[in-house]
């Protein structure tokens, strides 16, 4: 499988130019992007002038290491000068004034953004149907749904319309729409990337991570955005290995952990199939197949949907129409406001004074009709569902039962975890029990879109590293992935497990 490294050794022999490179990539997102839907911001003019100037740093001799790679960027990473809308409408007229430490990064080494992906709204979603720009379509299937929340980003790379793209995942939103599309796509440990610039859903929670078309290409975009990170004081001070050395030199025993907890009810009995198939294959390839248990597995999506709306509620109270942001209309708010207290001294003609006074304070000031009304108008259904949430299991009377029980759970998940790396280098799981449902199938029914992230949110919820690479494809011809996770620090050891089931599956 080609891989940016034998695209880079022609840009630098002279051989081929980032224009041309990067103008088949344009013509491509004219082309394809009004049918998925996966860019909500491109500027050809702009990828344009920025290709120039790194093919003239490429022809002075002194491009950086990514220079040559075409990178889509998810809507909630911050790029200065560009709109950071997070896909709702809340932020439909905000502007970053600062890069993102990956993008500051990326640009350092000449990395070429070619434009902004969609995503579910503040990255809330498993569909991206949750998206004040409309759903991404899944360039498979179009009657499909990409996964989300990073279903932009991986749409993008599966409909080769560039490179290497970069996702956010709290749950599971770069893996699971990695296998729906049929692309690599990574969550590094927690911390291994800088958040700085990431525009927060829930902070302990949250990773910026690649999608590639390879695992090589994962490797090299890996290597770049790693590392500690001094305006994010949650990096970690980790080495990072050099994961494509990693990969491409590949030798060695892998022990790998088979929990029966990943392999019960619910999985479609096809994607059950070629996940074990897959690893039959690999256990003739000095591979151990080591069975592990994760006793509170069981536990995972009750306890993510409380820790994470809970964050969701605390981060997204920054947004209130005043600082910045979408504002509801003042003289609308002033109007209702009028009308409600004209109506209520209608109805209290006749009470006291202090019984009108009374009633007339529960009518809201307007600053706080201003907060509720912009608040309402800006953020989506299934954004609001998960404020409300949030901030229920955060109440008075309610924290301890469910906010405080659920931290401790966690605990539990990490431990159980953290015995099962003791006998085995990474554990395997499907990334997710379906293939990509069809567009609108899912929308009325919360409970069973939250499932779809059954498999990929114990690891956010103990911190490792996760990868979901192609395994194969069902009869009704969308993509399966197979999951890999490591302990924290040890993505070296996933790409290695990722690399082997490619090799697998291009045989």
């Known amino acids: 499988m080609k891989n940016l490294l034998s695209v880079q050794e022609q840009l630098m022999s002279g051989k081929t130019d980032l224009k041309d490179l990067s103008e088949k990539y344009i013509e491509k997102i004219k082309a394809r992007n009004s049918e998925i839907n996966a860019f909500v911001h491109f500027n050809e003019e702009e990828v344009r002038s920025d290709a120039a100037k790194i093919q003239k740093k490429i022809n002075d001799g002194k491009a950086g290491e990514l220079a040559g790679v075409i990178v889509g960027v998810k809507d909630v990473i911050c790029e200065r000068g560009k709109k950071v809308t997070c896909a709702s409408k809340i932020l439909h007229n905000f502007t970053s004034v600062y890069d993102a430490t ?13 434009g902004r992906t969609n995503l579910d709204e503040f990255a809330m979603g498993s569909s991206t149907e949750n998206s004040f720009f409309g759903p991404s379509k899944n360039p498979v299937n179009t009657k499909h749904v990409t996964g989300g929340s990073s279903g932009g980003s991986a749409a993008v ?16 939103s770069i893996r699971q729409p990695a296998s729906y599309c049929g692309v690599v796509g990574m969550k590094p440990t927690y911390s291994r990337v800088s958040r700085y610039g990431l525009v927060a859903y829930a902070s302990s929670f949250d990773c910026i ?3 590639a078309k390879n695992v090589t290409d994962t490797a090299l975009l890996l290597k770049h955005i790693a590392g500690k990170d001094e305006m994010d004081n949650s990096s970690a001070d980790a080495k990072v290995d050099d994961y494509v050395a990693a990969v491409q030199k590949d030798e060695g025993k892998l022990k790998i952990g088979v929990p029966k907890e990943y392999f019960g009810e619910g999985l479609d009995d096809e994607v059950r199939t070629i996940v074990e198939d897959q690893l039959k294959t690999l256990e003739t390839q000095n591979v151990e197949l080591v069975p592990v248990t994760l006793p509170h597995m069981k536990y995972g999506i009750a306890t993510y949907y409380i820790l994470a709306t809970a964050e969701a509620s605390s981060n997204l109270a920054r947004y209130d129409g005043i600082r910045y942001g979408h504002r509801a209309d003042v003289n609308e708010v002033e109007e209702e406001l009028g009308a409600e207290r004209q109506a209520l001294k209608q109805e209290l003609k006749g009470a006291s004074a202090a019984e009108v006074e009374e009633e007339m304070a529960s009518v809201d000031s307007p600053l706080i009709r201003l907060y509720k009304k912009s608040r309402t108008e800006g953020f989506g259904t299934e954004v609001k569902r998960r404020i409300l949430l949030g901030t229920y299991v955060l109440s008075a009377g309610y924290y301890d039962a469910y906010y405080a029980k659920a931290q401790k759970v966690r605990r539990l998940i990490k431990q159980d975890f953290v015995d099962a790396f003791r006998e085995v280098d990474v554990i395997v799981s499907p990334t997710a029990p379906t ?11 919360p409970l ?26 069902h009869s009704n011809g969308l993509p399966v992935g197979i999951q890999f996770m490591g302990n924290t620090f040890c993505e070296t050891d996933i790409l290695r497990a990722a690399r082997r089931v490619e090799a697998n599956s291009s045989a």
């Open 102 to 114: 990956v993008i500051k990064k990326l640009k350092e080494q000449d990395a070429l953004l070619i």
């Open 157 to 172: 790379v599966a409909a080769d319309l560039c490179d290497v793209s970069l996702g956010s995942d709290t749950g599971g």
């Open 209 to 211: 991570g690649p999608f």
């Open 435 to 445: 293939t990509a449902f069809k567009l609108g199938e899912n929308l009325d029914d």
């Open 448 to 473: 069973q879109m939250y499932l779809n992230d059954v498999y990929t949110i114990s690891a956010n919820l103990a911190g490792i590293c996760g990868i979901s690479v192609p395994a194969g494809t």
